[in-house]
């Protein structure tokens, strides 16, 4: 079993940048994938990064604005995320699978509980 742990989570205003990060217990997360995704009140979760050993991904709406990125030493995940809008206002999380990246929730066995990103206007 791998135990997912999101923090970094805050209220920032638009233009800012926040980190989450996420930290794994349980295995050790060097050959899994490694994805935050985000579900916004009254919308569906959605991809918003992975990073695996062959490389990372971003939904289109994030690249160049947020930077995933692990640290295998601390089986932990980062997402950097800078240029904050209000739109990226949502609960994020971070999930695990063994396997390539896929940008699909239900591809992901293991989840965080989430950690609630707000951004002001």
């Known amino acids: 079993q791998v135990q997912l742990v999101e923090s970094g989570g805050g209220l920032v205003q638009a233009g800012g940048s926040l980190r989450l990060s996420c930290a794994a217990s349980?295995?050790?997360?060097?050959?899994?994938?490694m994805g935050w995704f985000r579900q916004a009140p009254g919308k569906e979760r959605e991809f918003v990064a992975a990073i695996h050993w062959s490389g990372e991904y971003y939904a289109d709406s994030m690249k160049g604005r947020f930077t995933i990125s692990r640290d295998n030493a601390k089986n932990t995940v980062y997402l950097q995320m800078d240029s904050l809008k209000p739109e990226d206002t949502a609960v994020y999380y971070c999930?695990?699978?063994?396997?390539?990246?896929?940008?699909?929730?239900?591809?992901?066995?293991?989840w965080g509980q989430g950690t609630q990103v707000t951004v002001s206007s």
């Open positions: 349980g295995r050790t997360l060097s050959s899994y994938t």
């Open positions: 999930a695990a699978r063994t396997g390539p990246i896929r940008s699909v929730d239900v591809m992901y066995n293991y």
